[in-house]
């Protein structure tokens, strides 16, 4: 309680945000933990814990009374919140969502942003679990992994089996010799918790085909009982059309989401360089679904070629393997795996960045953007900041945003002009950080 009052007197009736995590305690009692995000007086950006709500039912009312409850009991008011968080990945998601209007309506300033990486990965995982190909080839992958490198001697057998390969490669001139080339590769298995580890993991899986051919076959001839049927399963799975026109198809998707991961996991991240990513990514995307089909069916039809996997003609009717092969599907192959796949899975994909990069938080983030002080406030704009103003309306009125405008003229000559801390600043994280050392 002593720790909480001071938080609070630190808060010194300013604005905050809300961090809001639900879980289990070890009763298995749904509870909350409410984490106050705030400027202190010193200017440093402060996040706090200030208590815990036990929730008895995940009934979007009762979430929020919890919540403004705790915050009565400080004499905090939520007409104070600025922002707020929650788990976007929560086994409560649709009440969140609704929870975060209804706080909205107690202040309208209480605009939600997510994690952007969070919000990426939650993208792919929603994919997963709406396409059963994309689970399929999960599972399948994962399971062959793990048995390929359950044991070091499979890893070695593995190594020297990548080695034959790559000898053989060269000596058909089918791979180029120099430093840094044929390097070898591993099958580190991709976490659940971070979708960007797949590219990797299905990336290297397709180049180590051959050698995890060689390692499963081995497996079938001289393992137990128990391993040789799985091995055998497993063989017949990877020398599939479809596990390999899956596994190039995923690495496709993941390549263009590769480079928004890599960027939204940085400690040090441009919020509008951010925004011109997602929107990047987007346009790949519908790239890919209206030219990408021609050449991913090229690429996939060489690599069944060159390990004699069969490929289906494309004009026979499709067969679905849970129904009796009598009772054919009204469609053929080529459209199974262009419509149902291919589009199907892109447009999923489209579908979950729109909504979780929606353009109002997109355009919100990039008016913040403008507030950068980097090289004299490059980034400047007046209008942009007038339109997130009026994104605050419990704060600024109609009058008050006209003397806003003539404020901000003021104020961008003062600092390009007559202030020289701000004079080619380029790293303002460390100036900061820098600040507080020398407070201290």
Excluded at 65 to 90: E, K, M, V
Excluded at 172 to 193: C, P
Excluded at 392 to 404: E, H, M, R
Aim: charged share 30%; aromatic share 10%.
């Amino acid at each position: 309680m002593e720790t909480v009052k001071c938080i609070i007197e630190d808060l010194n009736n300013d604005h905050f945000s809300i961090l809001v995590d639900e879980s289990r305690d070890v009763s298995c009692k749904e509870q909350m933990a409410i984490i106050l995000r705030y400027v202190d007086r010193r200017g440093s950006v402060m996040e706090r814990f200030i208590g815990i709500v036990h929730v008895r039912e995940t009934i979007t009312l009762s979430l929020k009374n919890g919540i403004i409850g705790l915050l009565a009991q400080h004499s905090l008011s939520p007409s104070s919140i600025r922002g707020q968080c929650y788990d976007g990945a929560s086994n409560m998601q649709g009440d969140i969502n609704e929870l975060k209007i209804l706080m909205q309506k107690e202040s309208k300033g209480a605009h939600s942003i997510h994690c952007f990486a969070h919000q990426l990965q939650l993208t792919l995982v929603a994919v997963s679990k709406r396409c059963d190909e994309v689970q399929e080839l999960l599972l399948v992958v994962s399971d062959i992994l793990n048995m390929v490198r359950s044991y070091f001697k499979r890893r070695d057998e593995l190594r020297e089996f990548q080695v034959e390969e790559i000898e053989e490669a060269l000596r058909k001139s089918e791979l180029e010799t120099g430093r840094g080339l044929n390097q070898e590769l591993g099958l580190a298995r991709a976490r659940d918790t971070r979708w960007g580890s797949h590219f990797k993991s299905f990336n290297n899986f397709i180049l180590m085909l051959g050698p995890i051919i060689d390692v499963l076959d081995a497996i079938a001839v001289n393992a137990r009982f128990e391993e040789k049927c799985k091995a055998k399963g497993y063989l017949k799975a990877c020398l599939t059309f479809e596990i390999v026109f899956m596994l190039h198809f995923m690495r496709t998707i993941l390549a263009i989401t590769n480079e928004l991961n890599v960027a939204f996991q940085k400690k040090e991240q441009d919020i509008a360089n951010a925004m011109i990513l997602v929107r990047v990514e987007k346009d790949r995307l519908q790239l890919l679904r209206e030219k990408g089909w021609a050449s991913l069916i090229d690429e996939v039809s060489k690599f069944c070629i060159k390990y004699d996997i069969l490929i289906p003609n494309f004009d026979e009717p499709y067969v679905i393997l849970r129904r009796s092969r009598r009772r054919v599907a009204e469609y053929n192959f080529f459209h199974h795996y262009h419509a149902v796949v291919f589009c199907k899975i892109i447009d999923w994909q489209f579908q979950e960045l729109n909504n979780r990069f929606d353009e109002v938080k997109t355009e919100l983030l990039l008016r913040v953007a403008c507030l950068n002080p980097v090289n004299s406030f490059s980034s400047f704009d007046i209008e942009k900041i007038l339109r997130l103003a009026k994104l605050y309306t419990d704060d600024f009125d109609k009058y008050s945003i006209v003397d806003l405008h003539f404020q901000l003229e003021n104020y961008i000559v003062d600092v390009r002009d007559h202030d020289n801390r701000f004079f080619d600043l380029k790293d303002l994280l460390l100036r900061l950080r820098l600040k507080e050392l020398s407070q201290q």
